[in-house]
């Protein structure tokens, strides 16, 4: 027989190639078709033949206290979600219509609305959907269970853990609360720390799909897993405890005194770490829908007021590194001062007093701060008042905080800073005017406020904590001492106006503070104030800086009557903590007057 001619292999082998490419491409493009162009037709599909994809919700990171003690944690809790398919069907298997009483059974006992739930429960594309999210495992559990006993079928648990604030309004102005889940059962943050930390905390949720048969998984189908990664502790400098203590004083402070607010705040004065941040009113961080909107945010950090008189200590401090004045420099003190149009009174009538520098200080004389006060060159007072963090935001990791308000060098009149040497036409806020006083208890050194301990980057991009602490000096330490001194003045009951700040067993450096507070509306005076106390203790070997602050009060009370006794149990409760004893040292007594 003929051998019969096979061509050429090398045409042969391109033919090959041809038929496998043009093989590929036909797969290829089915497989773009499935995974790009038609994805609702895939999960139409996969729905029809039994896949189910269920979230695995990743853990939120807890928000701690400096000793590990929760201030937020997520706690066990249930998702309940339905099966469409499975709920819709009677106990012999044929479609029925069963959403409408099944939804009002879900309405009534988990509280949530009807016309959502049974349009959930009425999908035909899938056979999964969000019931209720984060239910407390009791009662998703007992929920599930009286409806399969009332003969309803499809409803199924899984993992979904709760966010929950154990110590309710301890540091809840801080700490901020989550949002309500929405229909997708996801949760927004809304305020303080757990929104600005969003990114840290929540973590990324994971997901699960497998393949049903009848509403049940089969064993040896289709199975996939994403583990969820979990979110980040975040610790914080805040001492619960103290916390929890410094807002009772607080509450206790702006009530007696009929005041509409509050501050009190505890820093340590050599690392500027704040270990009590408290506002009034708060809201139990629980239940933040029963608080007032107002009282949601952080007063201390995002309400800016003019100081008063607590920012002598700044303007004097700065004098004495200048070498202007001493605390013993003698000034003679008129009942009134003329200052441009207008003219500068002190708290109380008087005639010509003969008061050292000290004496000033000690009795909180507007007058007698700018007399020693327009010893200053050009710019000098505002420079130092910007090296004490005065008109920029301490940037401690909360949301929405002000800089306040430090008037440029192109407004500076003399009559401004006359006003602005005893704490007026300058806005501060609390958390900026304690790290300014913290600066004299700390030899002069300014210290950046923490809230954070370590570091942490907000969701901004801002890296912030102790490890991020800078420090610069503002005025000597000689400077610093000699203020200190003459602050000790201020809670001497023979001297000072502040008698009430003193704390058994320890000498007490502080200042009063009373300003006029500006009306809003009117952009004038109203007649009502602010009142504060700052002070620092054990006054020769600093431990604590302390600051207490009330808008309005209404019982007539200043700085030292309203803040000062604030002050003085706070400190002490502080000081008792920490085990900090008693220096022994005797409390200055630098002349008042002359």
Known sequence: MPRMRRGNPVVRLRWGFLVIAIVLSVFGARLVQLQAVDPDD?????????????????ERGDILDRNGEPLAES?????????????????DGNEADRAPALARFLSRRLDIDYFTTLKRLRRTDTRFQYIARE???????????????????????????????PAGDVAANLLGFLGTPDDDGNTTPLAGFELTFNDMLSGTDGSETYSTAGGTRTPLGTSSTTDAVDGQDLTTTIDRQLQWYTQRVLQQTVKGSGGESGV??????QTGEVLALADYPTYDANDPSAADSADLGARSLQDVYEPGSVEKVLTLSSLIDEGKVTPRTKLKVPGSLASGDTTIHDWWSHGTLKLTLAGVLAKSSNIGTVLAARKFGTGELRSYLKSFGLGAATNVGVSGESAGILP??????????????FGQSVSVNALQITSAVNTIANGGVYVSPSLIEGSATTDSGDTVGTDTTTTHRV???????????????VVDPDAGVAP?????????????????????????YDGSYTVS?????????????????????????????????AFSKIMGYALRRYAVEPTGEKASTLPVEW
């Open 42 to 58: 895939l999960a139409t599909m996969a729905a029809d033949e039994g896949l189910v994809t269920v979230s695995l919700p990743a």
């Open 75 to 91: 706690a066990d809790g249930l998702m309940i979600v339905a099966d469409p398919v499975l709920v819709n069907t009677d106990e």
């Open 135 to 165: 239910v407390p495992e009791a009662k998703a559990t007992a929920v599930v269970d009286k409806a399969e006993a009332l003969g309803f079928n499809g409803l199924d648990t899984e993992r979904d853990p709760i966010r929950e604030y």
């Open 264 to 269: 009190a705040i505890v820093m340590d004065s």
């Open 408 to 421: 440029s060098l192109s407004e500076w009149t003399q009559t401004l800073q006359d006003r602005i040497a």
């Open 475 to 489: 005025v000597s330490k000689r400077a610093a001492k000699e203020t200190t001194e003459m602050m000790e003045r």
């Open 500 to 524: 009430a700040a003193q704390v058994p067993g320890y000498v007490v450096a502080g200042k009063t503070g009373t300003a006029q507070r500006v009306n809003s509306d009117c952009g004038c």
């Open 533 to 565: 106390f700052a002070g620092f203790a054990p006054a020769d070997d600093p431990r604590f800086t302390v600051y207490v602050m009330v808008q309005g009060p209404t019982n007539g009370g200043g700085g030292g009557s309203v803040g000062g006794p």
